[in-house]
């Protein structure tokens, strides 16, 4: 016990800071830790769907995207800030989208176009305005035939796998065949577990749900996008159903294809969504609109990406819209009285 | 948890730390010697009325406001006049103070007689007379002159609300103060209630003190005029704005007061005081203080007569058992850190607490915003503190502005729940305070 009459000196050692002297126990690497987590389930099932090759394809992703945003931050002198779970997470999400059968580069360049154009040179975490891996996921479009080719689930690919090994296992995903106004050829079942083709980490829609509950409960997103977004596209898909087999056709919609991945892990992405409950409504609504859109009328059988990132673009502005109404003031108070 | 609480939206539940509701209230001895601020309240500091070598009694007038507001100061204690000085406060201004060498034997002033009349013949203008002379102000905190709200009510609230919310963590005093001495509070209710006119008192608790509310409601029995109205234990609760939304579900308006609404908000203490001014004659000369944190010795309820130091506070409850770090004058969200042990502590006093390094967080000064939205969630104002601070960090301080800045509180919700631990409020501070200058150091040459 100290003698408090004799404090007289340790009273200058009193820490001044300003109120409040309390903070929450979580953090910036909490929460991306908390995704992570959610998304270890669905990541599994991709690796034991499509092989070892899988594995290595997000492990490329993330040890890249941890490797880029290391690099640029000391190269523009800023303070590294890979602690913080941001980059990973990033690697990962990317990773998870993309077909196990992508040549090596591709998800090192993906992270590269993530970490360092979309992510750092627009300000580092919190700045961005695209989702960097969903930005980085279009990007590598540019080689359009290896994203949009998908091999068999439990025909798994070694490491090494050689092209024409790839080829012979190659196939078309649900979705694919949805476009062509046929309902996938899968069980119900199969299809939500995620025993179809597609990328590493969307296939599973069970886990993938499992993980999204894992962060409404942890607190870490809320059901506003998810909500709206998932019941936006069942909701379009049942006005306009473009199969006589309408609970099957909707069934489809929601669970062939990444969906599920988009909504619950990338459209909640908090940098690229609104930030008001309203908001984040609204902004699922359009993703939703935009991936039925794209789905109905574009060149590709897949609109998750595309609708996600053209909202990500809105998001200021939906901010500004749904600006709260402050306590006590009036509607009209937000003008200038 | 009571399941029909009353409460508001937003807001946040926090850790309570309320680990001294339990222990009674300890009147402390009063040190040898005792340092009254001449500045209590609000507005100018009150002028010593008394000189150097004087002898005091306790309960004495020894500063009078300077101009016609305000109310004036007593002594604490019976003793002579040491020194008339000042100390530097956090703010950096000097505070002038009145040093009495307490002689111990607590003489109380001869003019501390009871109120010669009953409260069925007393008049407003009476009670408000008692109340000012008795020094006495608002106790939980804002020191605001209670004579002065009481004048301000008349004629506009038809409510009358006691504040016993008390959500800050750590903060025991009210509650002890309802358990201890709950008639102090009803009576003192009644009597606030007389002054103003209004017939309707709610007495306004959190839903942590059941025990309390128990012993409220047995004093209060059939008594029509004063009910309790149980709240949410949430933070901010205890914020008049909060408060008064809870009870009455109506918004106070932006940059008015509760008796716009037909309210008015006393603080628990504040009752209890002008009780014992109206019973006793009793002046404001002491302060229940709640003395905690991790690294004080034994945690208490202390009353303290009304210009011990803080380190008298804290020697009473056995010093300190770990290095220091922070000393809290207040509730750990709201009060304000300080580096000076040996300053006094005055009738806004609430609580005094003392964290080693285990219960301090490191100043991040990589912070950054994610936009996560829990300080747009949990902001009761419903303001936008992720964009306030941005705003304010690049200087758009008419942005600040448009997104109702000047609404904020400050009360620590945003600050407390970022991830990303951005300093919120603090952002918040700069731009309210450079809004307010610009507003007061130039002419406004577009609305000629």
Known sequence: MNDVKNMADESMLFTVSPSPHLRHGDTTRSIMTDVIIALIPAFIWGVICFGLRALAVVALSVG?????????????????????????????????????????????????????????????????????????????????????????????????????????????????????????????????????????????????????????????????????????????????????????????????????????????????????????????????????????????????????????????????????????????????? | MIFLALTFKGGTHLKQYKNTKKFPIEKMTPPSEISISMSQHIGAPCVPTVNVGDYVFQGQIIGEPAENSGCPIHASVSGKIKAITSYKDMQGRHIQTVVIENDGKYELSPNIIPTAKKLTEVTSEE?????????????????????????????????????????????????????????EIINGTKILLKAIGSRKAYIAIEDNKMDAVEKLEEKIGKSQMIKMKILRSKYPQGDERQL????????????????????????????????????????SIEKIVTVSGDAVTTPKNVLAPIGASYRDLISFC?????????????????????????????????????????????????YTCIRCG???????????????????????????????????????????????HVPIVQHIRSAKEALRKKATSLPDLDKK
Request: with cysteine; net charge positive.
């Open chain 1, 64 to 337: 890249s995207a941890i490797f880029f945003e290391y690099g640029i931050q000391k190269i523009l002198k800023k303070n590294i800030t890979i602690r913080d779970g941001s980059a990973s997470l990033t690697g990962l999400l990317l990773g998870l989208s993309l077909p196990t059968s992508v040549p090596y580069f591709m998800p090192v360049v993906g992270s590269f176009f993530a970490i360092v154009i979309v992510k750092q040179l627009f300000g580092g975490i919190g700045k961005n305005f695209m989702n960097p891996a969903l930005a980085a996921r279009v990007f590598l479009f540019a080689w359009p035939g290896e994203m949009i080719r998908f091999t068999e689930p439990f025909k798994r690919l070694g490491f090494f796998a050689s092209n024409k090994a790839i080829d012979a296992i190659s196939t078309a995903t649900p979705l694919g065949s949805l476009k062509e106004g046929v309902l996938p050829d899968i069980a119900w079942g199969d299809l939500i577990i995620g025993r179809s083709g597609g990328s590493i980490g969307e296939v599973s829609s069970v886990l993938l749900i499992v993980g999204g509950l894992y962060l409404l409960v942890r607190k870490v997103i809320s059901w506003h996008i998810p909500v709206s977004f998932i019941g936006t596209v069942a909701l379009l898909a049942a006005i306009f159903p473009q199969n006589e087999d309408t609970v099957a056709f909707i069934f489809s919609q929601l669970f062939a294809g990444g969906l599920i991945l988009g909504a619950f892990f990338m459209a909640t992405d908090y940098v690229t969504s609104p930030i008001t409950n309203k908001g984040k409504l609204i902004f699922g609504a359009g993703c939703g609109m935009i991936v039925i859109f794209i789905r109905y009328f574009g060149g590709y059988p897949e609109g998750v990406s595309f609708a996600i990132l053209i909202m990500n673009s809105l998001v200021y502005y939906i901010d500004k819209i749904t600006k709260p109404r402050a306590f006590g003031k009036s509607r009209r108070g937000a003008k200038h009285g």
């Open chain 2, 127 to 183: 009670i408000i007379e008692i109340v000012r002379r008795a020094g006495i102000l608002g106790m939980g905190g804002a020191a605001f002159p209670t004579y002065a709200k009481i004048q301000s009510a008349i004629g506009k609230a038809e409510k009358l609300i006691v504040n016993c919310a008390e959500c800050e963590p750590f903060i025991t005093a009210d509650h002890r103060l309802m358990l201890e001495r709950p008639l």
């Open chain 2, 244 to 283: 008064v939304y809870a009870i009455t579900k109506k918004e106070i308006p932006s940059g008015k007061l509760p008796t716009d609404v037909g309210c008015v908000v006393f603080n628990a203490e504040t009752c209890a005081a002008v009780f014992r001014a109206f019973v006793y004659g009793m002046p």
């Open chain 2, 318 to 366: 056995d010093g300190l058992k770990k290095d220091p770090r922070k000393l809290i004058c207040g509730g750990p969200m709201m009060g304000t850190a300080q580096s000076d042990l040996d300053a006094p502590i005055t009738k806004g006093t609430s609580a005094l607490l003392v964290f080693s390094d285990e219960m301090c967080h490191e100043e991040d000064e990589n």
């Open chain 2, 374 to 420: 829990r300080c747009v969630n949990t902001c009761p104002m419903r303001l936008m503190p992720n964009y306030l601070a941005q705003f304010s960090r690049n200087g758009r301080y008419e942005d600040c502005e448009k997104y109702d800045v000047m609404s904020c509180v400050e009360c620590g919700t945003c600050s407390y729940s970022c991830p990303g």
